[in-house]
């Protein structure tokens, strides 16, 4: 049966990667929905019983292979990349104008399908990615001449590379640590990784693999390496600019200000070929929306929204979004100073909380939002993130044939699923040691997690 199993399970597991990239459309919420939540329960079945290192790389290439030729359905971002990318290869600074200024005046291939299927909100703001993205869509604007997903394939390669840098870095980082490296594929085969990162092209599994190769060079205590791949990660997306003070005590006084300057140095470098006219304006006003705009699948926030309502009678973001900046500053300086940071374990624990508060008070989390938090919790033994990593993905409910509407009965349920098993884990200790276990609760270990 075992043998069975084995030989079965991939092909099903494959067949799950299939139809979402192919044959599934966002507006097709049931089955959207079952057939993810299966999907994470098979890979789950199958890493806690099937888990050798080959196996788990073979079967995450081949699931990410199926997307190689997939034109995004469920994220309509990549239309503003390539969009971006365009207006690059024409001199144009992407963070200087919006797509609906600039629609009349400019041409280039599928214009019109770009400007149009990025939807109505990304046409209306200025760009919001960080420079490192935008180089990434220059260089994907020259292979962008009759289709779209020419310059597609272009960024998932650059992603494709990302996770096999992922894959390694990360049995490695876990070596160093004393776990087992198998346990990377709780990482490498999570559905959400590889639809949201390799699927729908987002770049949070792009900024992760420059995130792991800084911290395996701050583990050495290679402060200016350390410093120089962090800030390409923070090139690629902002969120890792929220954990910098952590690396403090981590570091000292005296690496850390080294790593700080090799941070900022190639930030400078990144950002120099844009800095002119009202950049740094129009992107503190996009960064804005996050706080005081934008909603969808929050949590606390979705709370205190009721009841502002029952209060005021109106939605109260644009006062809420104007204090949350200095709430999360005020976390930052409690996670820097008032939390133990001296070991790499206590380090990415602390990081893990930390980013999960920021997405448990944020007005918007996009599923892939998650991705980091799956690998922060791999390594510091915290099972909520894979948990949050199924549920999440239930917030494509509001993608429906009426039109956009959240399901307040999903909405609900992932929280409560996620927020009930942190509860337990800070009640209990973490769930992580069990994760390679055949029976959940059993204290053998799976035969094959040992090899």
């Given at each position: 049966m075992r043998a069975l199993l084995r030989s079965l399970l991939p092909f099903f597991i494959l067949c799950g990667f299939f139809f979402i990239s192919e044959q599934i459309e966002r507006t097709d919420t049931l089955p959207l929905l079952i057939c993810y939540s299966c999907l994470f329960l098979l890979v789950g079945y199958w890493i806690r019983n099937f888990n050798g290192l080959l196996s788990l790389f073979v079967l995450g290439i081949l699931a990410r292979a199926l997307f190689i030729f997939h034109l995004p359905e469920l994220s309509q971002d990549f239309y503003r990349f390539l969009w971006d990318g365009q207006l690059q290869q024409l001199g144009i600074n992407p963070y200087l104008k919006t797509p609906k200024a600039l629609v009349d005046l400019v041409g280039f291939p599928d214009k019109t399908l770009l400007f149009e299927k990025m939807g109505a909100l990304s046409n209306g703001n200025y760009s919001n990615y960080p420079p490192a993205s935008q180089l990434l869509f220059k260089i994907a604007a020259l292979a962008h001449q009759t289709n779209p997903l020419q310059g597609v394939l272009v960024i998932r390669l650059f992603y494709f590379i990302g996770e096999f840098i992922v894959f390694f870095a990360g049995v490695s980082f876990l070596k160093k640590l004393n776990l087992a490296p198998n346990l990377i594929g709780w990482y490498f085969l999570n559905p959400l990784v590889i639809i949201e990162g390799i699927g729908n092209l987002h770049a949070e599994a792009f900024m992760l693999c420059f995130t792991l190769l800084a911290l395996s060079q701050l583990h050495t205590k290679?402060?200016?390496?350390?410093?120089?791949?962090?800030?390409?990660?923070?090139?690629?997306?902002?969120l890792p600019l929220l954990i910098v003070p952590l690396f403090y005590r981590y570091l000292g006084g005296k690496q850390f200000l080294v790593f700080c300057g090799a941070l900022l140095l190639i930030s400078a470098a990144f950002w120099i070929p844009f800095w002119e006219g009202r950049i740094f304006f129009n992107y503190k006003e996009t960064i804005a929306l996050w706080f005081t705009t934008f909603e969808f699948n929050g949590s606390f926030?979705?709370?205190?929204?009721?009841?502002?309502?029952?209060?005021?009678?109106?939605?109260?973001?644009?006062?809420?979004?104007?204090?949350?900046?200095?709430?999360?500053?005020?976390?930052?300086?409690?996670?820097?100073?008032?939390?133990?940071?001296?070991?790499?374990?206590?380090?990415?624990?602390?990081?893990?909380?930390?980013?999960?508060?920021?997405?448990?008070?944020?007005?918007?989390?996009?599923?892939?939002?998650?991705i980091n938090l799956i690998f922060w919790g791999i390594i510091s033994g915290y099972a909520f993130p894979l948990v949050w990593s199924l549920t999440v993905f239930w917030s494509y409910s509001a993608y429906g044939l009426s039109g956009f509407e959240e399901n307040p009965l999903l909405l609900f349920a992932e929280y409560l699923f996620v927020y009930g098993v942190l509860l337990w884990e800070l009640i209990k200790g973490p769930l992580g040691e069990h994760l390679q276990k055949p029976h959940f609760f059993s204290t053998q270990l799976s035969p094959s997690s040992t090899g």
């Amino acid at each position: 049966m075992r043998a069975l199993l084995r030989s079965l399970l991939p092909f099903f597991i494959l067949c799950g990667f299939f139809f979402i990239s192919e044959q599934i459309e966002r507006t097709d919420t049931l089955p959207l929905l079952i057939c993810y939540s299966c999907l994470f329960l098979l890979v789950g079945y199958w890493i806690r019983n099937f888990n050798g290192l080959l196996s788990l790389f073979v079967l995450g290439i081949l699931a990410r292979a199926l997307f190689i030729f997939h034109l995004p359905e469920l994220s309509q971002d990549f239309y503003r990349f390539l969009w971006d990318g365009q207006l690059q290869q024409l001199g144009i600074n992407p963070y200087l104008k919006t797509p609906k200024a600039l629609v009349d005046l400019v041409g280039f291939p599928d214009k019109t399908l770009l400007f149009e299927k990025m939807g109505a909100l990304s046409n209306g703001n200025y760009s919001n990615y960080p420079p490192a993205s935008q180089l990434l869509f220059k260089i994907a604007a020259l292979a962008h001449q009759t289709n779209p997903l020419q310059g597609v394939l272009v960024i998932r390669l650059f992603y494709f590379i990302g996770e096999f840098i992922v894959f390694f870095a990360g049995v490695s980082f876990l070596k160093k640590l004393n776990l087992a490296p198998n346990l990377i594929g709780w990482y490498f085969l999570n559905p959400l990784v590889i639809i949201e990162g390799i699927g729908n092209l987002h770049a949070e599994a792009f900024m992760l693999c420059f995130t792991l190769l800084a911290l395996s060079q701050l583990h050495t205590k290679n402060s200016i390496l350390g410093g120089l791949f962090f800030g390409c990660a923070v090139a690629i997306k902002l969120l890792p600019l929220l954990i910098v003070p952590l690396f403090y005590r981590y570091l000292g006084g005296k690496q850390f200000l080294v790593f700080c300057g090799a941070l900022l140095l190639i930030s400078a470098a990144f950002w120099i070929p844009f800095w002119e006219g009202r950049i740094f304006f129009n992107y503190k006003e996009t960064i804005a929306l996050w706080f005081t705009t934008f909603e969808f699948n929050g949590s606390f926030y979705n709370l205190i929204r009721a009841i502002g309502y029952q209060i005021k009678g109106y939605n109260i973001i644009r006062q809420l979004g104007q204090i949350t900046p200095f709430i999360v500053g005020l976390l930052v300086l409690i996670f820097t100073f008032l939390r133990p940071n001296y070991t790499l374990q206590s380090l990415i624990k602390n990081i893990l909380f930390l980013l999960s508060i920021y997405f448990f008070m944020a007005t918007t989390v996009h599923p892939w939002y998650i991705i980091n938090l799956i690998f922060w919790g791999i390594i510091s033994g915290y099972a909520f993130p894979l948990v949050w990593s199924l549920t999440v993905f239930w917030s494509y409910s509001a993608y429906g044939l009426s039109g956009f509407e959240e399901n307040p009965l999903l909405l609900f349920a992932e929280y409560l699923f996620v927020y009930g098993v942190l509860l337990w884990e800070l009640i209990k200790g973490p769930l992580g040691e069990h994760l390679q276990k055949p029976h959940f609760f059993s204290t053998q270990l799976s035969p094959s997690s040992t090899g």
